[in-house]
């Protein structure tokens, strides 16, 4: 058998994976970045000096035979794998676990904004757009948050404050956000402009106009760094359950999983979604089938930089209580997120969570062990990559393979019904 | 087919394990008899060991000044007590609260103090520090005012007045060391700053006030690159700064900088450093660098940690260091402070000793100046 013939069955059994397979595929997938994860430890472990080991394989010893080998490492991996997913949950293995610890905060609060960033660059990524410009859209709706609720927060104190000022803020984090989105996507329907090319200029622009804008006009005169002046508490999301240092809240968090609801009800179930939908998949196709690809294009650009801004806007409420230039990367990191969850908005909650886990996960390690963070980067990456590959390869599996492989026995295996979008567009297609 | 791949993986496998073996580095001591030694021993310990977090800034170790300069006062710290550190590198400004709070929580070890290095910990350490209020903190650069902090700030615009001078003093004469000369026909100087901020602005206050100290008619130009660790911006900033006829740039741009230094070494022109002596950490380009001001953040985490092993822990104050108490200098280039002219040198000696003794007041912003 030929290499083309194996590679093209290999891809058709994951084209025809059930969503039971898939599960398993990831887990799988998982485990295996572990094993290699180990490894690279160990290795690392070998390269580096240390005094005392933390790690050492030796042969068995059965019977009290003397023993043949031993090597001492300076990384321990399974403390390293221990701390980086259980350790991102505070231990809930241990006995006395109180699920509302400070490392489980962390992970919530990651997962939180990146669920925003994540569904910002899955919707454009479904209208067939690649939104790279995510950064930028969070970044002005962040700053823009931070100005108009300052702004706000003098008129209405207490409880009140807070129900009239979180929305507040998030409307005008979504309203920024969207029109900084909606820029590229004029761009991409009007003057044909590549919108990568477009989105990763703005975020330059964002970043710099937004610097400029907080050190000259909008700086706190009593801090030494590049911020607003901090929110009152009251205009903030309230942290409920969580202390209030942990700087999340479980609001934003629903607030999060209802806006991957609704962005799935928005793909599946509107007329608006169908057309996005359609214009991702086959654009000459939708627009002769009476989709106005222009206007598509924008809207879903303009949707998906309000996701972003909403994202900056709980960036604000929640985790900061400021603005502050130096923004980290969520914008990026949601490319990663909505390639992780195939452009699924229900997937993309669960592969926030995922990487909320790993990067909240990556500071315990560094607490609990002496490996250093460029190591669990490594790591990381690879972890993302094992888990995102089969999903890679299906969506490519579909594009490469004749329809006639691709289609028909999968659809009659799944029904063709699985509550998820992405199985969903074989039914739509011609 | 088969029999094949298996082959393959049992020689990668092979190698992968001669590989590992054939490395030279791994623990000096393995254990002899084989008991594995336990790792977290280092950090346990004795109970009079004193255990000592650190949470550096971003940007992380390896930035060949701050965090390095810092840690430089973790290592001093070490061979001089009895002492397990435990070290933290956030990679953005929303873990600082984060690993602030582990060291503050953690019970085994329960750590003695927690150095947090940079100024933006300051929000985050002024609510850490009210929730953990037994919990012993340093912070550098930045001010917090709870009783179980100890804040270090440093006079920087002083270091930088240094340095102007020396770059004020030289650009208007003919002067030619290294790789590098001045044209005594043009009169200008630059500076080079990182992300441009209140503590940033400092050194450009207190160098634009040294150069017009040596001489009114030398002229300053200024640019911010906008980030603290892209090599080609400085470089860019450099070249056109040099091209537009600056003999001498001066930089606080932490990594940014080394792009100043390159631009120097192509042009024929000279630079400064910045944070530590740069013509040691980089060496590569010590023929262009004139001096450099050196920030003693080592002696200030040095301090602290000497001063919660002895138990005499000062929380609540802010300590300011400036020229007066060796917390800021100048040190000339390893290869090029030979050949500065000892009249120049006199006369930043008469102003370093002007500044400790008040007599000349260096602004900390540039407008001001």
Known sequence: MSVRDRARRALQRLVEASATERALISLASLAASILVGAGIVLVAGRTATCEEAAFVLATPRPFGVPELAS?????????????????????????????????????LRETAVLVFTGLSVALAFRAGVFNIGTQGQLVVGALATAVAVLWAATFVAGVVGTVVLVPFGVLVGAAFGGLYGAIPGALKAYADANEVVTTIMLNFIASGVALYLVRSVFKDPASPANQTIPLPDHALFPPLLFAPQFGVSILALLFGLLAAGGVFVLLRRTVFGYDLRASGLQPAAAEYGGVDARRTVVASMTLSGALGGIGGAVYVLMVLGKFQTDVPAYGFDGITVAILAGNNPLGVALAAFLFG???????????ATDVPPQLVGVLR????????????????????????RAGGDAVAADGGSEPDGTDSRRGEEP | MEGTRRRFLARVGAAGVVGVAGCTGGPSDTGGDGTPTDGTDTRTGADDETAVGMVYATGGLGDGSFNDQAQQGLFEAESAFEIASQEAQPEAVGEFGSFQRQFAESTDPDYDLVCCIGFLQTDALTSTASNYPDQQFMLVDGVVDTPNVSSYVFAEEEGSFLVGQLAGSLTTGEFAAGAGGTDPESTTVGFVGGVESDLIRKFEAGFTAG???????????????????????????????????????????????????????????FAIGVDRDQSLTKESYADVILASTVKRVDTAVYDAIEAAVEGVFDGGAVVSLGLEQDGVDVVYGQQLGAEVGADVKDAIATSRRAIVDGDISVPTDPDDA
């Open chain 1, 381 to 404: 990456g690879l972890i993302i990559l094992f888990v995102a590959m089969p999903e890679f390869f299906r969506l490519l599996g579909r594009r490469v393979l004749p329809r006639n």
């Open chain 1, 71 to 107: 090597a001492g490492f300076c990384y321990d991996p399974v403390a390293v794998f221990d701390r980086l997913f259980l350790g991102a949950l505070g231990d809930p293995a241990s006995p006395g676990w109180d699920p509302l610890n400070g490392r489980m905060a962390t992970t």
């Open chain 2, 211 to 269: 150069v017009e100290h040596a001489d009114e008619d030398v002229g300053v130009v200024t640019n911010y690159v906008g980030d603290f660790n892209e090599p080609s911006g400085g470089k860019e900033a450099a070249l056109s700064m040099f091209d537009g006829g600056a003999d001498i740039v001066y930089h606080a741009a932490g990594n940014t900088g080394t792009g100043v230094f390159q631009a120097a070494q192509e042009r024929g022109r």
């Open chain 1, 357 to 367: 886990v790993l990067k909240s996960g990556t500071t315990v390690v560094q607490f």
